[in-house]
């Protein structure tokens, strides 16, 4: 979670951050828009801006990409104006993850380079190292949705050994489930001459222990709901497809409970409706019911369209045309 404002009073923002920590979007957008009439009273651009992150998150949470990278873009402008680098670059990666969800990857780029000199220029070296390791989580995103899942992987590891030498646990889960997803994708989709070479189970057993010990001894204190919920459900997924892989169906289908259970509460147009009905698939295609693999290449169809991720959806029709071709 983002600090509070220096140049505010230092409890204004704090009922929104923590409505955002709990994953209420409806009670942090009311009190964003507080701050913001407020701030704009007083003529305090620092903390109108830091509302417009704010803001910002909230759509992410509800996943109004277009929106929340508007807003994005304006807490950007805002905190640049303002002379607060940090905030800059994470109202910027903000906005890069936006276009590269939208699928417009020249904008995450040039957003994702500026953020980088911005990183680079920070004058507090911990500054520094936090927001590149920032830049590259998000650039990781924007290089594995492009299928350049080498240069993700790099991106990821660059993140997280930065993140985890610093001791920033708050910060560090997002690179590491990044890189396991980026590996699950890059499997998948046959970016590799050897399934082996990808796959590497020793090492997909190493970042779900990894991943494990940091959501069991930090959930609680130091993770907001909602990158718990995120966190655990792509866990659940991702330890599913690993059990797939070694042949080990019965621990895949408690995996694959666990994540039904997450996702089954979740607003429709959430990305995560795709990747579980993905999960869905493998498992019927795994045990050999082709009917259902199609019904739930179907559903997968489905549950992306009704989500506004659209690298989500250009994903889930290219796994139905590879893995259930007779629907096609």
């Known amino acids: 979670m983002p600090s509070q404002s220096p140049s505010a009073p230092a409890d204004i923002h704090r009922p929104t951050w923590e ?139 660059r993140s997280l050994e930065s993140l985890l030498g610093a001791d920033d646990i708050d910060h560090a889960l997002h690179p590491l489930i990044n890189l396991w997803k980026n590996e699950v994708l890059m499997l998948a989709l046959g970016h590799t001459r050897s399934p082996v070479e990808v796959a590497r189970p020793d090492h997909l057993e190493e970042l779900h222990l990894l991943c494990g010990n940091l959501l069991s001894d930090h959930a609680a204190t130091t993770f907001s709901a909602s990158h718990v919920t995120v966190a655990q459900t792509v866990l659940a997924f991702l330890c599913h497809h690993l059990c797939l892989l070694q042949g080990r169906h019965g621990e895949a289908l408690i995996h694959l409970h666990s994540c039904r259970q997450l996702i089954r509460p979740l607003h429709a147009g959430c990305w995560l409706h795709t990747m579980g009905w993905w999960a869905e698939l493998q498992h019927a295609l795994a045990e050999g019911e082709q009917r259902t693999a199609r019904y739930c290449a179907l559903s997968m169809m489905a549950a992306a369209g009704r989500t506004r991720h659209v690298r989500m959806r250009m994903l889930a029709q290219r796994l139905t045309h590879t893995l259930v071709p007779e629907l096609h």
Request: aromatic residues 6%; glycine residues 8%; contains cysteine.
């Open 19 to 157: 409505a955002l920590r709990a994953g209420d979007t409806l009670g942090s957008r009311r009190l964003a828009m507080q701050t913001l009439r407020r701030a704009g009273q007083q003529d305090d651009g620092h903390a109108q801006a830091i509302a417009f992150l704010q803001l910002a998150q909230a759509d992410l949470l509800d996943s109004s990409y277009e929106h929340a990278m508007s807003m994005a873009r304006k807490a950007g402008d805002g905190l640049a104006a303002q002379g607060d680098g940090p905030r800059t670059v994470e109202a910027m990666c903000l906005a890069a993850y936006c276009a590269t969800v939208l699928g417009q990857d020249q904008s995450a780029w040039d957003l994702l380079g500026h953020s980088r000199q911005l990183a680079l220029n920070l004058p507090s070296r911990e500054d520094a190292a936090q927001a590149l390791a920032r830049v590259e989580n998000y650039s990781g995103i924007a290089a594995s949705w492009a299928g350049q899942h080498t240069e993700a992987r790099d991106h990821f590891t």
